[in-house]
C-alpha cells in the first residue's frame, strides 16, 4: 500500500524555468510533508517541509504548497539551475521531530542547460 | 563537524548469512533510525532507537534487529539473508524532541547473491 505517490519517475526542464514535482498521499494522519533531494552515491538531504497547518513555504528558489483536501503537495523550483539535477523524494509523517518518514519513489529531476 | 557516518560502503553476501551494518549519528545526536531503499522505490522505514531502546518498528520481519549504544551510535543486523534484502540501507540521525529534523548518511549498499 503505497501510502505516499510520486506519479513521475522523472522530469526534464531547461534551465532558468520551473521545475514543478508532484506527490499525492492518502493517509489522512499525515500531519507534516518533507522535500529531500539526493544525488548519487549520497543520503537524500532535507530541502524543504510544510506542516499541514500552512498552505505554503518558500526557502529561496524553492516553495511548497499543500493541498490537504486535494491530499496533494508539490515542489516548485524557480529559477531551475543546473545544480538542482538529482532524484526528489517527497516524505510524509504523522508529527515533525523523530516520527518515521513515509516516501514517495522519487522523482529524476534533469535540468537542461 | 562529522555527519552521520556509515560502514561499510558496499558489501557483498550470500543468501542465508548474516550482515551487521554500522552506523554512527551526527554528532549531538540521540535518535537513529534505520531505512532500506531497494532499487527504484523510496526509502522504507525499518525501526528508530533511542535510549538504547527500539522505539519505532516498520513492516519487516524480525530477522532484521538493531542495537543502539550508550555513545548513540548505531547497528541494523539482518539474519538469514534473502535475495530481496539487497538494497541500500540508510541511517538517519536527529536530536529527540518536536521540530528535529533526520539527517541522513549515504548508506551502505548490501548485494545479496
Known amino acids: 500500500d503505497q501510502q505516499v505517490k510520486q506519479n513521475s519517475p522523472s522530469l526534464s526542464v531547461q534551465e532558468g524555468r520551473i521545475s514543478i514535482l508532484n506527490c499525492d498521499y492518502t493517509n489522512s494522519m499525515f500531519d507534516y510533508f518533507l522535500w529531500y533531494k539526493k544525488y548519487p552515491a549520497e543520503g537524500p538531504t532535507f530541502l524543504i517541509s510544510?506542516?499541514?497547518?500552512?498552505d505554503k513555504n518558500e526557502d529561496g528558489r524553492f516553495t511548497v504548497f499543500l493541498n490537504k483536501s486535494a491530499k496533494h503537495l508539490s515542489l516548485h523550483i524557480v529559477p531551475s539551475q543546473p545544480g538542482d539535477s538529482a532524484v526528489y523524494f517527497c516524505?510524509?509523517?504523522?508529527?515533525?521531530?523523530?516520527?518515521?518518514?513515509?516516501f514517495g519513489t522519487g522523482t529524476r529531476l534533469t535540468i537542461i542547460p | 563537524d562529522a555527519g552521520v557516518t556509515q560502514s561499510p560502503t558496499h558489501l557483498i553476501k550470500t543468501r542465508g548469512q548474516q550482515v551487521t551494518l554500522r552506523c554512527s549519528p551526527k554528532?549531538?545526536?540521540?535518535?537513529v533510525s534505520w531505512y532500506q531503499q531497494a532499487l527504484g522505490q523510496g526509502p522504507q522505514f525499518i525501526f528508530q532507537y533511542y535510549e538504547e531502546e527500539e522505539r519505532q518498528r516498520g513492516n519487516f520481519p524480525d530477522r532484521f534487529s538493531g542495537h543502539q549504544f550508550p555513545n548513540y551510535s548505531s547497528e541494523l543486523n539482518v539474519n538469514a539473508l534473502l535475495l530481496g534484502d539487497s538494497a541500500l540501507y540508510l541511517c538517519?540521525?536527529?536530536?529527540?524532541?518536536?521540530?528535529?529534523?533526520?539527517?541522513f548518511g549515504p548508506g551502505t549498499r548490501l548485494t545479496v547473491l
Open positions: 554528532s549531538g545526536h540521540d535518535t
Open positions: 510544510i506542516s499541514s497547518i500552512k
Open positions: 538517519a540521525s536527529s536530536l529527540s524532541g518536536p521540530d528535529n529534523e533526520q539527517f
Open positions: 516524505a510524509a509523517s504523522v508529527d515533525f521531530g523523530n516520527e518515521k518518514l513515509t
